[in-house]
């Protein structure tokens, strides 16, 4: 059974002309959690985000809201909020106006303008044009227009951008607090740092193809830090015994994919001494690097399709 507002991709794929932006993609995004969404740049992120909200038609599978596609939603604004590109705003309007715009198609009483532009640091700048807004101010202003209809669903691609510290530290409580009160938040960044501090769950996808998902504790949580004298030979060990083993900046050895007390039998097996082994959770950062490596390099063909798309 399908949550009202979690978020489903199944077998997601998208071509533009010869090129597959977006393959096989499936996952879901459950409500009262931030999901973060990453992957390097031209990786199809902001794709896979226009199929779930109909901006782009999918060659296979589907992408639902609460089980139905975002077309078939009775009032699509006040159930999904959405930030997608910064500058969707005419610069010549001031950002109130913009609003007074937004909230008469949705049907949202203008005293909810006032309330949002307070609520996202605009206040005092509203009745200024928008073309003379920050980049940074023009990320607020879009985060107001998504929450117009105070959805319970929001969709948001890059929404950190252009904000300073400050800002981000804001957008950070913003989104959680949402959260907390069965929100669904789904979320790209670039940001691994914040993410981390942001998201209670990731979704990694790398060319398209989906690489890793799940909370960001337990992805964490599965590494072990090694130290020897031996690191070569043990290295070669474990990953003939089916590790993935990195090594680290500060000497020691990081092993996936094995269970501590299986390295500790197999260093013993080996004659290796051991000077260190225990639980270490790896950075976000490095995770990531972790799950994309060799795979940065894609044919010039599909990086320029994707950048002509801006997935």
Do not use: C
Not at 18 to 24: A, I, K, L, M, S
Not at 88 to 116: W, Y
Not at 142 to 170: C, F, K, M, S, T
Not at 268 to 282: D, F, K, T, V, Y
Request: net charge negative.
């Amino acid at each position: 059974m399908t949550p009202m507002h979690a978020l489903r991709f199944e077998h997601v794929t998208k071509r533009y002309g010869g090129t597959t932006v977006v393959r096989d993609l499936s996952f879901e995004v459950e409500p009262g959690r931030v999901t973060g969404f990453l992957g390097p740049n031209g990786a199809g992120k902001s794709t896979a985000m226009k199929v779930l909200l109909d901006l782009a038609s999918a060659d296979g599978g589907r992408a639902t809201i609460g089980g139905r596609r975002y077309r078939e939603l009775e009032n699509p604004p006040r159930t999904v909020g959405v930030v997608l590109e910064p500058n969707a705003f005419h610069p010549g309007r001031s950002g109130r106006n913009h609003l007074r715009v937004l909230a008469d198609g949705v049907g949202v009483p203008k005293a909810r303008i006032e309330e949002l532009l307070v609520l996202v640091g605009l206040g005092d700048v509203g009745d200024r044009h928008v073309g003379a807004y920050s980049l940074g101010m023009r990320q607020r202003l879009g985060l107001a227009a998504a929450l117009l209809g105070d959805p319970p669903v929001l969709v948001l691609d890059e929404p950190g951008n252009g904000l300073d510290p400050q800002g981000i530290r804001w957008l950070r409580d913003l989104l959680r607090e949402r959260a907390a009160q069965g929100t669904t938040v789904f979320v790209s960044s670039h940001l691994l740092a914040e993410v981390e501090h942001l998201a209670d769950e990731v979704v990694v996808i790398n060319r398209g193809r989906l690489v890793a998902t799940g909370a960001i504790a337990d992805l964490q949580d599965a590494g072990i830090s090694v130290r020897t004298p031996s690191p070569s030979q043990l290295s070669t060990t474990l990953r003939e015994a089916g590790a993935t083993v990195d090594s680290t900046d500060d000497g020691a050895l990081h092993v996936r994919s094995m269970p501590i007390e299986v390295i500790g039998d197999h260093a013993h097996r080996a004659g290796i001494a051991l000077h260190e082994l225990s639980a270490r959770p790896g950075s976000l950062e490095e995770l990531f690097l972790g799950w994309v490596d060799g795979d940065e390099t894609s044919d010039a063909a599909q990086t320029q399709q994707e950048e002509v798309v801006r997935v």
